[in-house]
C-alpha cells in the first residue's frame, strides 16, 4: 500500500489539470480534520471513534525529556507530555492525507497538508509529486512548490516560486506571511490569554498593511544574509516558516475544534516564524514552565538588525544569535564575524573608501580558497559599489569610489571553512569646504611612503585591534587648506572614558612638542588634499580600549577633529 501510493503520487503528478480549484466542501474538510485528530489528538485509542485495527500500527510510547524525542520526532504533537500513546504511526498517517489528497486535488487544505507533512518527515520527493497535482488556486500551488524546493535546498527557485506565489496571494495572506515586524526586538515574557508576542511588535500592531508591507521590504533587504549573491535566504526562509506556522496552526484547530486564531494573536506562530519549527524542549523535574524553542540548530544567526522602524536611520547587527531574538542558519555553512577597517576619503564629489578585513584572526584563516567580497547597498535592489579584494599578508583589503551616500555595507568572505561576515552603515562623508578624511590605521614601516590613499591601503591594518608594545602608522588627509598654509595639528590619545593617557607619545616629528597623551606640530600644506602620515609608539600602554583623536586648524579656522577607537590586546 506505501509503495502503491507513493507510485500513485507520480503517476497522477504527470496529467495536465482537468479541474478548476474550489472551496471545500463541508465532507472533505471534515475527513482531513479527522486525520489530523486521529494522529494529534492526545486521547488513548478507545476514545477514538476508529477501532484498533483500523488505526494501523500505532506509536506505543514516546518519553518526556529534551529534544524530539519528547514528542516522537513530530512537533506538531504540541508541547511534551510524558507519554504520547497510540497514535496512528508516520507511515499510515501520510498513506491516509495522500489518498485524501489525491482523490482531493482541488482542496487547498488538504494539498497543505500532505505537502506539509511529506516534507517535515523527510519525502521531500514525494511531496513534489504532490504538489504537481495540485489543482487549488494557482498561487497555492504555487507556494507549495515552492516550499518543497525550499525543503529540498533549491533557494534560487524557490524564492521565484514564493514571491509570484505571495504577488498573487489575498491580501490578509500576504500581510501575515510577509510581515517582518515579527522579527524585532526581543521575545516578550508577558502572558496574557495567548497573547505573547516579540515586545518590538507591540509597536506597529495597528499599523496598515501597506505600511507594513513597506517597512518589510526594507527590512528584508537590511537582513539579507548575503549581498553578493542574487538571493534573498532570510526573506525566503521566513514565508516558508509562515508556511510551516500556518500548517501548525490548521493541525490544532482541528484537534481542538475551537476556530482558527487569529495569527498575530497566536504565539506559537510569532515564535515559528522568529526562530523555525518547535524543534526542542526542556521539561523541569519540579514545579515550573516548560521551555521550547531552545534549540539553536536552525536559528544559529542574527541577520536582522536592530532598527527604529520610524527612518532607519542608525540600524545596527549582531551576528551572534540568542534565545530572546530572532534566528535564522543558512544553507552555506557557518558564518564567523570578521573585524573590518574602514577609512573614508573625498575624490572630487564622490566617496573613496578603503577597507580591510582581519580574516587571519578568525577560523577561516585555515582556507586557502578565500573570495572576499565588499558590496555597498543604498537601497532594495541597488548595488552601486561592489568590489572584490586584494590580499596583502592573506587578509584582503579593497579601493573604491561611490556616489557620497549612506549606504548598507557589507563584507563576505566566502572560503570552503564557511563565511567571515561584516554589515554595517556607512555613512556619508561632506564633500565641500574645509574636512577631514577618516583616520586610516597602517603598517608604520611604509608610513613616510604614503602620499595618497590608494597608496596606503595596501599598508593598512586589518582591524583596530593591535598588540602590547607596537608601533602602529596613521594616515589621513585634510581638505580645504592652499598651498603653502601652515598647519596647527594635534594628536590625542584618550582611554574609553575620555581621560587623557599619562605615557608620552613617540613620533618622532621634527619640531613636535609631547605632554601627557597629547603631541602637537605643525605642517606647511602640500595644497588641497593634505596628507598627514606618522608612526604612534604605543608601547607601555596597558591592554584595553582607547580613542586616538586627530585635529587641525590653518587660517583662522575652527578645528576639524577625526577620532578612532583602538583596541590594545592583553
Given amino acids: 500500500?506505501?509503495?502503491?501510493?507513493?507510485?500513485?503520487?507520480?503517476?497522477?503528478?504527470?496529467?495536465?489539470?482537468?479541474?478548476?480549484?474550489?472551496?471545500?466542501?463541508?465532507?472533505v474538510a471534515q475527513r482531513a480534520e479527522h486525520l489530523l485528530r486521529l494522529r494529534y489528538n492526545l486521547s488513548r485509542r478507545s476514545s477514538t471513534r476508529m477501532s484498533a485495527r483500523s488505526l494501523g500500527p500505532v506509536d506505543q510510547r514516546c518519553d518526556g525529556g529534551e529534544g524530539n524525542l519528547c514528542h516522537g520526532s513530530d512537533p506538531d504533537r504540541g508541547y511534551c507530555p510524558r507519554n504520547v500513546l497510540c497514535h496512528p504511526s508516520e507511515r499510515r498517517f501520510l498513506e491516509s492525507l495522500a489518498e485524501e489528497a489525491l482523490e482531493n486535488p482541488t482542496s487547498g487544505f488538504l494539498m497543505g497538508q500532505t505537502v506539509y507533512a511529506f516534507t517535515k518527515f523527510g519525502f521531500v520527493a514525494n511531496a513534489m509529486n504532490l504538489v504537481g497535482a495540485c489543482r487549488a488556486d494557482p498561487w497555492w500551488c504555487g507556494a507549495l512548490r515552492g516550499y518543497a524546493l525550499h525543503a529540498m535546498g533549491k533557494t534560487e527557485e524557490a524564492e521565484s516560486l514564493l514571491r509570484e506565489a505571495m504577488k498573487a496571494a489575498p491580501p490578509d495572506v500576504r500581510c501575515s506571511f510577509e510581515d517582518g515586524t515579527w522579527l524585532l526586538g526581543e521575545w516578550g515574557q508577558r502572558r496574557v490569554g495567548v497573547d505573547l508576542v516579540p515586545n518590538a511588535r507591540e509597536d506597529s500592531k495597528d499599523w496598515s498593511c501597506e505600511r507594513r508591507l513597506a517597512v518589510s521590504d526594507t527590512l528584508w533587504w537590511m537582513a539579507d544574509p548575503l549581498f553578493h549573491d542574487s538571493v534573498n535566504d532570510r526573506w525566503t526562509e521566513h514565508v516558508t516558516r509562515a508556511l510551516s506556522a500556518q500548517f501548525a496552526l490548521e493541525i490544532r484547530e482541528a484537534v481542538r475544534g475551537t476556530g482558527l486564531p487569529a495569527r498575530e494573536l497566536d504565539p506559537h506562530w510569532a515564535m515559528h516564524v522568529r526562530r523555525g519549527p518547535w524543534d526542542s524542549f526542556e521539561v523541569p523535574l519540579g514545579p515550573g514552565p516548560i521551555e521550547f524553542w531552545t534549540s539553536e540548530e536552525a536559528a544559529l544567526y542574527h541577520f536582522v538588525p536592530e532598527v527604529d522602524l520610524s527612518d532607519f536611520s542608525q540600524p545596527t547587527w549582531n551576528l551572534s544569535g540568542d534565545l530572546k531574538r530572532e534566528g535564522f542558519t543558512p544553507n552555506q555553512g557557518r558564518f564567523y564575524p570578521v573585524q573590518v577597517q574602514l577609512a573614508r576619503f573625498r575624490v572630487g564629489d564622490s566617496l573613496g573608501l578603503a577597507a580591510a578585513a582581519d580574516v587571519m584572526g578568525t577560523p577561516l584563516r585555515r582556507s586557502t580558497n578565500r573570495a572576499a567580497h565588499l558590496i555597498l547597498s543604498d537601497a532594495p535592489g541597488s548595488r552601486p559599489l561592489e568590489l572584490s579584494a586584494d590580499f596583502f599578508r592573506e587578509n584582503p583589503y579593497f579601493w573604491g569610489v561611490t556616489a557620497n551616500r549612506a549606504s548598507v555595507l557589507s563584507f563576505e568572505v566566502v572560503t570552503g571553512l564557511g563565511i567571515g561576515w561584516e554589515r554595517r552603515l556607512l555613512s556619508s562623508l561632506e564633500t565641500s569646504g574645509p574636512g577631514i578624511s577618516d583616520l586610516m590605521l597602517v603598517e608604520p614601516s611604509q608610513?613616510?611612503?604614503?602620499?595618497?590613499?590608494?597608496?596606503?591601503?595596501?599598508?593598512m591594518l586589518p582591524s583596530h585591534s593591535v598588540g602590547q608594545d607596537v608601533r602602529i602608522g596613521v594616515f589621513s588627509e585634510f581638505y580645504g587648506a592652499r598651498e603653502g598654509e601652515f598647519l596647527e595639528l594635534e594628536l590625542r590619545v584618550a582611554d574609553r572614558n575620555g581621560d587623557p593617557i599619562e605615557s608620552p607619545l613617540a613620533l618622532d616629528l621634527p619640531g613636535m612638542e609631547t605632554v601627557f597623551g597629547k603631541s602637537t606640530w605643525t605642517e606647511e600644506a602640500m595644497g588641497s588634499p593634505h596628507p598627514v602620515y606618522l608612526a604612534l609608539d604605543l608601547n607601555g600602554l596597558d591592554g584595553g580600549d582607547y580613542v586616538l583623536s586627530l585635529r587641525a586648524r590653518w587660517a583662522g579656522q575652527d578645528w576639524l577633529a577625526q577620532t578612532r577607537p583602538i583596541t590594545i590586546l592583553e
Wanted: one cysteine or more; glycine letters at 2%; a negative charge.
Fill in 447 to 459: 608610513v613616510e611612503d604614503l602620499r595618497t590613499p590608494r597608496q596606503a591601503v595596501g599598508a
Fill in 1 to 27: 500500500m506505501w509503495r502503491m501510493c507513493l507510485f500513485a503520487l507520480a503517476f497522477f503528478s504527470s496529467f495536465p489539470p482537468e479541474v478548476t480549484a474550489q472551496a471545500d466542501t463541508l465532507e
